[in-house]
């Protein structure tokens, strides 16, 4: 499948209303007919604005993907899109709103600040969906269900430095931001994973400032170091700077990994980016389309009824997933439940497969032990080559263990 991704008129039709406070707005699904099992109102907590947005942004394209599946499920979502501005006031602004004015009864959080509003959520009870993307509030509070799996990102999975070994790297380097703890622990962990195969981690930056592009002084930095490999827990537009930063610098990369960019989020990084993207291999939680698997066709399909067409973005499998998760959590606690039976029938859901996206895996809602990354630590990778993502052999999925006796310090 070609990297192309274009909206068009939607077969779903949309509304868009504007209200109040900042750039918020709503959208439906479908009629009233076709939601007869119930019909429910979420929130999207999303990084729609700032530099977060070239990560997350198109997570509202995935959700509408899941409003149209929902509907054949006979569930009418509405939802009203809450943006973080990419700044925890701007999280938790949005997320007040959302609950207090707009009387949302779920907050579907895909954001990288979704850890400034967390307190607010839990503490009134809001079931939240989506993904574990930022910090480690989704271990504790349990009224919260990532998607993604609960990443305790303390831990060091082993599948980092197995690919980075079987690829042929042999000195990292690996940022991450500062801001978001998920980020720069997941930098520290890559570094420690590496080195637990056997390999160098010549250069670690877990304190960039988020969105940041202006990356040549710490491309010197690795260059010194003289690293041949690298990865980055950054949104796209930074993770691609440094790669045509380092190529620019002569850096002969014989491994490059990033943990965001796949699919569409290569146009979004601008029109270098597929050029820069050469041969870099990428990571998702779940199947990437390329497998063509009857859970991927089906993925494919919605979201063309949401209007997109060409390769999807990690925020829209994500967005996609949240809905999923949702209408499973609707089936169980039955007609017009309270956030009480919601969060009762998530924690009680033991086998989500993301409607088949996680291949042979499943993920349990109430293990709340957390893991390395992926599901059960099982990533799927692919390469980008020519205009195409490739599937890597052995590494659809990859899957690895906790390194025992590693870990990476806290974040603050």
Same mark, same amino acid.
């Given at each position: 499948m070609t990297v192309h991704r274009k909206l068009v008129v939607a077969v779903v039709a949309v509304t868009v209303i504007a209200a109040g406070c900042g750039s918020a707005k709503s959208s439906s699904a479908g009629t009233a007919a076709a939601g007869a099992k119930g019909t429910i109102s979420v929130?999207?907590?999303?990084?729609? $604005?700032?530099?977060g947005a070239s990560g997350n942004g198109s997570s509202e394209l995935g959700v509408r993907a899941g409003q149209a599946w929902a509907l054949k499920q006979g569930y009418k979502v509405n939802v009203d899109i809450g943006d973080t501005q990419t700044s925890p006031a701007g999280a938790l602004a949005a997320a007040q709103r959302m609950v207090e004015r707009d009387h949302v009864q779920v907050v579907l959080a895909i954001s990288a600040l979704t850890f400034a509003a967390a307190g607010y959520l839990t503490s009134h009870g809001v079931p939240v969906i989506g993904a574990a993307e930022d910090s480690t509030e989704w271990l504790t509070s349990k009224n919260m269900f990532s998607v993604i799996g609960l990443a305790n990102s303390h831990l060091v999975p082993s599948s980092f430095g197995q690919l980075m070994k079987m690829e042929g790297g042999s000195?990292?380097?690996?940022?991450?931001?500062?801001?978001?703890?998920?980020?720069?622990?997941? =930098?520290?962990? =890559?570094?420690?994973? @590496?080195?637990? @195969?056997?390999?160098?981690?010549?250069?670690?930056? @877990?304190?960039?400032?988020?969105?940041?592009?202006?990356?040549?002084?710490?491309?010197?930095?690795?260059?010194?170091? =003289?690293?041949d490999s690298f990865t980055a827990a950054t949104d796209p537009? $930074?993770?691609?700077?440094?790669?045509t930063s380092l190529r620019q610098q002569g850096i002969d990369l014989k491994f490059a990994l990033l943990d965001d960019g796949y699919g569409g989020d290569l146009l979004q990084a601008g029109p270098g980016a597929a050029q820069a993207a050469q041969d870099v291999y990428f990571e998702l939680g779940a199947e990437p389309v390329e497998m063509h698997t009857s859970a991927t066709e089906q993925f494919t399909g919605y979201l063309k009824q949401a209007g997109v067409t060409g390769d999807p973005t990690f925020a829209e499998y994500n967005g996609y997933e949240s809905v999923l998760l949702l209408v499973q959590a609707l089936q169980a606690a039955g007609k017009d439940p309270t956030d009480a039976a919601l969060l009762t029938a998530l924690s009680g859901i033991h086998h989500f497969s993301a409607g088949g996206l996680y291949g042979s895996q499943t993920l349990?809602?109430?293990?709340? $032990?957390? +893991?390395?990354?992926?599901?059960?630590?099982?990533?799927?990778?692919?390469?980008? =080559?020519?205009? $195409?993502?490739?599937?890597?052999? +052995?590494?659809?999925?990859?899957?690895?263990?906790?390194?025992?006796?590693?870990s990476v310090n806290a974040s603050s």
């Open positions: 929130g999207l907590l999303v990084d729609a $604005t700032g530099p000195n990292l380097a690996s940022v991450g931001y500062s801001i978001s703890p998920g980020s720069s622990e997941a =930098a520290k962990s =890559a570094a420690v994973s @590496a080195e637990a @195969a056997g390999l160098k981690a010549g250069y670690v930056d @877990a304190s960039l400032p988020f969105g940041s592009t202006n990356v040549e002084p710490v491309v010197l930095a690795m260059k010194s170091a =003289a690293v537009n $930074t993770a691609f700077a440094f790669i349990d809602l109430s293990n709340r $032990t957390g +893991h390395g990354s992926g599901i059960l630590n099982c990533v799927f990778i692919t390469k980008f =080559a020519g205009s $195409t993502f490739h599937l890597v052999p +052995h590494a659809d999925p990859i899957c690895g263990s906790i390194i025992p006796n590693r």
